[in-house]
């Protein structure tokens, strides 16, 4: 006679119940139900039924309801000045004493930021993001590094790629580009 009732179990199992639900509920090691799986008394889900399920209680996999929350949590994060702490380059906050405390990415936004206070410029770190669609035809978000005042938005490039020229041929704005070299002079003239 066994120690569980494996109709009962299945049941169970067949209802939506994980594996681990079934250790909790009727107080089983692991070892148990693999060998109650082995030995057939525990019929499990194939891994894609079991995703299915397991989905629906505790989403991993990305549905596009979930897709549209996170975006339009994410635009609601965007609209309060928020950015992504992605890329490469490492982050620096820098207290300008016209632009207040910012956080630029790399070593060229800092050396732009200290040129532009050193030249007297008014500027601020930009957080406008502009649509635009992207080398995919979907709709991406542009953000230049700077607004400068008597110059525009300003971006600080190292070199330039087709998703830059895809991104500043649909910008609408005055734009300046300082790639590599301009930013070499700038350090020159601090």
């Known amino acids: 006679m066994s120690k569980y009732n494996w109709q009962l179990i299945q049941e169970d199992y067949n209802t939506g119940l994980s594996l681990r639900k079934l250790q909790e509920k009727y107080k089983m090691s692991s070892r148990t139900l693999t060998q109650a799986t082995r ?42 000045g928020w950015m992504p702490k992605a ?11 016209v632009a207040g405390t910012v956080s630029l990415d790399g070593t060229w936004e800092l050396t732009t930021a200290k040129w532009l206070d050193k030249q007297g410029y008014t500027w601020q770190r930009n957080t406008t993001r502009f649509p635009y669609t992207n080398l995919k035809g979907k709709l991406s978000h542009y953000t230049p590094d700077f607004y400068v ?10 070199y330039q790629t ?3 020229e895809c991104k500043w041929q649909q910008f609408n704005e005055p734009l300046t580009v ?6 070499k002079e700038f350090e020159q003239d601090l």
Request: aromatic letters at 10%; charged letters at 40%.
């Open 39 to 80: 030995s057939g008394k525990l019929i499990t889900r194939s891994k894609s039924e079991a995703a299915i399920i397991d989905n629906k209680e505790n989403p991993r996999t990305h549905t596009e309801e979930w897709k549209a929350q996170q975006s339009k949590r994410i635009l609601e994060k965007y609209e309060t």
């Open 87 to 97: 890329g490469r380059c490492k982050k620096y906050k820098y207290t300008s004493p």
């Open 149 to 158: 005042e008597g110059i525009g938005y300003v971006e600080v490039k190292g």
């Open 162 to 164: 087709k998703l830059d």
């Open 178 to 183: 300082w790639y590599r070299d301009k930013i």
